[in-house]
């Protein structure tokens, strides 16, 4: 079984890994109400989803 001769260095360890990020989630506006939402989920701010009211939402006083 053939062993490697040299340790890689971290330069090259480190430009194998330079694509693995974190991708920040796109957001879309609510629009029953413009509040900025993930795709496929309920609006916290009102409640709807796909053009329906699916939650009721508390008014915060």
Do not use: D
């Not at 001769?5 to 920040?24: C, D, F, L, N, V």
């Not at 109400?33 to 939650?55: I, N, S």
């Amino acid at each position: 079984m053939p062993n490697p001769k040299r340790r890689w260095s971290k330069t090259r360890t480190r430009k194998r890994r330079t694509h693995y990020k974190a991708e920040i989630p796109t957001a879309m506006a609510c629009p029953n109400c413009g509040t900025p939402v993930l795709y496929h989920r309920v609006c916290p701010a009102c409640g709807f989803y796909k053009g329906r009211q699916v939650m009721e939402v508390a008014e915060a006083k």
